[in-house]
């Protein structure tokens, strides 16, 4: 049963367009969202967070975007750089520390 | 900056072999974590921790267990090495988090593990 889901394997995206990377969920109780970035050979590092009482988060080129009424998030690049090539994971939390990642989107910026 | 720290980036073993993957957090985190990935599933929860001597099954635990003797030190055990285990395997750590904020989880850089 997949709580958190990415259903785009792969996205590529011409340098200095938006990247737009989706997420859905099924469980209404998750109460803080996260995205990760992992390179190959590297852990994930985290990217930026949105709290389930809020709509949108910003952090620089970085937007998450949360719809609680679809369970649908969105990270979305602008502009996408050829370094922000790599996996992309989005991750819930359900009111404790642990957290339920989707299967990742790997994301490739073309210049 | 915190330093998660996994002690092999790579280990090949035999099948029934018992395989110890060690993690070390240098920032008093309280919560330490291991994951697999794996091809098209993501990250999978194979247990956490979140004290010493604590610790609690996550979402595939079956032929692993863990140990945490130490505050910085999250040990995982595969007690007799079966070749569908051969995956990456991610520890991370992370301070408690307090409502409404989140303290984001910090990685370590994966060890890989083969079992033949």
């Known amino acids: 049963d997949q709580q958190v889901k990415q259903n785009s394997p792969s996205l590529s995206v011409q340098e200095g367009r938006i990247s737009i990377l989706n997420c859905d969920y099924t469980n209404s109780m998750f109460d803080y969202f996260l995205w990760y970035k992992k390179y190959p050979a590297e852990g994930p590092t985290f990217l930026i967070s949105?709290?389930?009482?809020?709509d949108k988060n910003e952090d620089g080129r970085f937007t998450v975007f949360l719809n609680k009424s679809a369970k649908h998030l969105s990270l979305h690049i602008v502009p996408s750089q050829p370094g922000d090539s790599a996996v992309y994971f989005c991750?819930?939390?359900?009111?404790?520390?642990?957290?339920?990642f989707g299967t990742g989107t790997r994301l490739q910026v073309f210049p | 900056d915190v330093k998660v720290t996994q002690s092999s980036r790579y280990l090949v073993k035999r099948t029934g072999e018992k395989v110890f993957l060690e993690c070390v957090q240098d920032?008093?985190?309280?919560?330490m974590f291991w994951y697999r990935q794996d091809p098209g599933l993501g990250l999978r929860l194979i247990y956490f921790?979140?004290?010493?001597?604590?610790?609690e099954k996550g979402d595939i635990p079956e032929g692993y267990s863990v140990s945490r003797e130490k505050k910085e030190r999250f040990s995982l055990i595969l007690e007799s090495a079966s070749t569908n285990q051969t995956s990456m395997y991610l520890c991370a750590s992370s301070r408690i988090s307090s409502a409404p904020s989140n303290q984001p989880q910090h990685f370590g850089d994966g060890t890989r593990l083969s079992i033949l």
């Open positions: 921790s979140y004290d010493v001597k604590m610790k």
């Open positions: 991750a819930a939390r359900k009111l404790t520390d642990k957290l339920i």
């Open positions: 920032m008093d985190h309280e919560n």
């Open positions: 949105i709290s389930s009482i809020k």
